[in-house]
């Protein structure tokens, strides 16, 4: 009997301290701040129900240089490491060049030069994303692929009018804050606008 | 013993024959019906059982039954191979045959030569049935080359279904007609039923001829004249199953936005126009293939369009569902024109009539006269729809029973399978993806060669050593065994008799082995083995590399075979350019001979489609316009019969395609003329013959005063070079002189394609060029180089224009100096048809077959790059285009020392006014390559806020802004003295004449539309601002 309450006792400590490790994890994830942990962990809970409902509503986050921005999901069809970019003369200044993407060739869009951001920086493992729209499809680097966003109401929406004074706020649909974070939502139209030849 | 083994197995045989009997008698059954979807299915699963009953007749030596089944068999392959149709007889023989099986299987115990009689009987009939063949066979050839049926042999089917097709067409007749038309329209409409069987019946009895007198041995190629009909028709269908499609989607896309009447927008008009624009093409395509049916009515339909699109301010719900009823109608006549109604066609001829509010008299008078109207005018379209029918893919068989033809035409059609384009583009990718991984092999193999060249070394550098230490040490190991015997024999006494049992033995005696002994040995041994294996590892890799050249040969057959799918020859459209020009010139009253070049020049097909709608408009042009009245010619003291040629030719990776004619050629002041009266603000004076020549591929421009029945509707030359610029190509003027003719001259790049390059490395980046354009490989003397900044190159007896390659990719290749060549450069002399050049690289990596990729859809098209390569690593190479490369350096080197000797010259600073933000950023980022400033404005107000700070070069302007438009903008800047005179281009999708004169009555002075060319877009700018 006693052996048996004992191990009872061990199975719900278990199931607590993973409780508590997926609260970490989402916390880690999402970055969410201390203080309103427990909202948000219980916000997650809502947007994972909510996510079902709307599925269009899952982005790609991304870093460039030291900001976070994002693409929606289904614009962006690859994430890969950055094979060799050979360059090609004739070409605007911010596209690099082209690659071979399994037996494709891609053309690769500097997108720090479209934005304006300050080019080079961080990092050397550097990322591609295929992004595609109906028309063209092409890669854009980034710094580092930070994972999948789902955007629900819980997320506070950041005034745009703030960002007006940006250099790139003409690309920006909508920016939102993320935990401490404030994340710029790509408008993919405008950006393929944009990076049209 | 074996004997009754042997009965036991032709007993087996027996009842297996037994059991094919019921299938034999259904598939030949199902014969009867000679020409039903499933009758090459019969005959296939007929063919097999025959087959498998003489395979087995003849193991169990069964020889008679064995016999007669391969006669059978023989039977059923002509059959199936067209040699042979089924009539009465051969249908006749093989029920017989099967008889014979089916008594022959009821023979138990087996008895191989029962029912010699029946036997005889059957083998008689089933050889008398070939016999005929086999006394046909001297025009068989000729038979099939001329898609007849075997005529002689077909007499009594061909009655029988003469009688068949007019009680057919009797009935429909009646169908048809019992609604609306009294009886004595019917009889009337029977009689020209017939007279269209007749009608149709006229080739035959032309092939009958033709036959006899190919029989006589005069070959005369009279037959060319129903061959090509046939590929006529099979090309028409193919393109008017595209326009109909075309049409279909602008229909649909008007039916969903009206619901109610609403006023024609430009929107509106453009669907239309796409609508009358297949509608046309179709009509003509009919009309030239003498299918006048087709374009009777897509005249009529047109006749509607036409005045909906030119004269009619609003459209109805009403009017768009006669419309898609028409094409509907259109479309039907196309697909199944037996199908027709003619009641139908008369109620949307008057709803047409209704919508374009034509005199009610008329109608009337037509109402009244019904039979008059309609009877004439259906039997015309169901007679002249007939040669159709043997198209169709109506299943209906006494309708194809009609026509001889038609059974054989389907046939034909069966052996052809329409494959999506997209399955055949994967297919080609595919390939091309092996080609890659071959290469990658390739790499490997090489390395493989290495190091087993390795491993031989290694291995000599063994035998070596162990040999020398065979020498060395052995024999002084065994010396010093001698000297050291004493010890030896210590041990060995210590170890056992073994040796001691020897010493007896000198030393020279018995070989005694030490450890060193046996190291040595053993190594020996393994270089032994090593040698061997290494024997062996060569021998492998040169197996390998005997498959892989296998596989590579293969490899390049099945993608050029797969490449070859898609690609068809010119010859598939010429027919319809000889028509089209044989039917021009019969209508103008002109002698026109056409002579064809290159017939054999491959593309694409979808680009011969594409295509033909242009050069059958650049040929009835030429025959139109180019050439003169038969009078004219005469004063002019040319031959009466004129000349239009169109030539084919490959040149390099591109096709050009010719079309000449020696007709009085461009005129050049009437152009002039033309110009200025259209675009006043412009310089005509000033512009060359080159810029005059260009001038008439701009929409709407036209010298000629009366517009001509042949030269169609306002399709124009503008036309024709959009459809060539859709297909990567371009078009001009090669050369035009008065008096003499003019030439255009058609540049298609051959997409998608393998081609021969030459791999080159330019500071350390490959690249491949196209080998064909290069006619030399050499290094030169810097001595023989001349010039400051811009450098010739005297070659014997010509000079080239000399290029670094290092420097013109300057931006995109690190600056690697390589000593060597710089001092005598490795120089590429290319020669193509319209540049020559010399090219220093820095060294010459390989010729290679390579596949031609395109850049993607992003970068589509990039000056100087024909498309990237992937090598076996993965490694893109880019294909240059030296010539288009090169000679955009030239223009820029120009500039640049233009740049030197102004020492400042301002950019450019043009201002762009449009509503859409994309335009602009569109626009801007065109100019800003240029290396000029831009500045933009949402609309008028904008703009003219702007002009107070700002004073540009050029302005783009819109024609729809929102607050002030583009014409407004226009009166008010120009009412400032100081922008009296600055150029503004309009940019804008209205490509009306009146939107045109509009904008020139304000000063516009260049009018672009969208979509626009990059580059014409830039000249345009560079023209007006005289850059």
Redesign the interface.
Known sequence: MGFNSKNNHKRTDTSLSLEALIKAIDRQVDQVPHPYAAEGFAAYLDSGTEEHKNKGQQYIRFLLNKTAFALPLPNATEIDYL??V???????QW?L????LR?????V?DLKQILHLESGGAGTAKKLILI?ND????AIIVDKVMGILSIGDQHNQIDSDLMENKVFS?FIQKVIGLGRQTVHLLDVD?LM????? | MSEPSSDDIQIDFINELKSYIPALRDKASSLKGVDSEDSDKDLAELHRLVHTIRGASSIVKLSNLSKVASEFEQVIEEIISERLTIDADVFKAILCTIEYFEAYSREIPCNDSFGQKLRTEVLGSLLEVRNFATVDDGHDLLSQLLVTANQDEDDTLVLDTEELAFDDIDLEADDLLADEIDFPAAIEYEHFANEGYAFNNAPQSQEDTTLSDSQNGEDDGSELIDLPLQELLESFYQEAEDHLQDLGKALGKLEEHISFPVSLTSEYKELLGVIRRSVHTIKGAAAVIKLKAIAGWGHEFEDVLDWLYEEADVLTPAAISVIADAADMLERFVTVPQKVDPGKLEQLRSEFKRIIGSDLDTENIAENEPVAGISPMSADYVDLALPVENQGQSGDCADRNAFPNAPSLGLDQAKTLRVDMTKVESLVNLASELTIALSGFDQDMEGLGNQIGEIDRARLRLKKTSRDLELGYEVKAIQKLGSAQSMLQTSAAATGEDTAAFSDFDLLELDRYSELNLIIRSLSETAVDVSTISRQLSDIHSGFDAYLNRLRILLSELHQKTMRMRMTPMSTVINRMRRTVRETATQLDKRVQLTVQGEHIELDKMVWEKLADPLMHLLRNAVDHGIESPAARQTAGKPEIAAVHLAAAYQGNQVVIRVTDDGRGLEYEAIRKAVASSQPGKDVDAMSEEDLADMIFQPGFSTCQTISEVSGRGVGLDVVKKNILGLKGSVRIAKSSKGAGTTFRINLPLTMAVMQALLFDVGGQLYATALYDIKEILRVNPEDLEGQGEKTINMGDRSLPFYKLSESLANVVPRVQTGNSAQRPLVLIVDTDSWQGAVAIDRIYSQKEIVIKNLGTHLRKVKGIAGATVMGDGKVVPILNLEELLRVESIRHHKMGYFKQNEIQKPLEIMVVDDSVSVRMVVARLMQRQGWKVHTANDGVEAIELLHTRRPDLIVLDVEMPRMNGYEFMSSMRAQTKFNDTPVIMLTSRTSKKHREKAQALGVDGFVTKPYGDEEFVDLVKQLTQR
Not at chain 1, 97 to 100: A, F, K, L, R
Not at chain 1, 103 to 107: A, K, L, R, T, W
Not at chain 1, 135 to 138: A, F, K, Q, W
Request: aromatic content about 0%; charged content about 15%.
């Open positions: 094979p060799e050979t360059p090609l003369p004739n070409l605007p596209v060049g082209i690659c071979n037996g494709d060739i891609v053309s869009v595609r028309n063209i499809s092409t003409k405008v606008t944009a990076i049209e030849i």
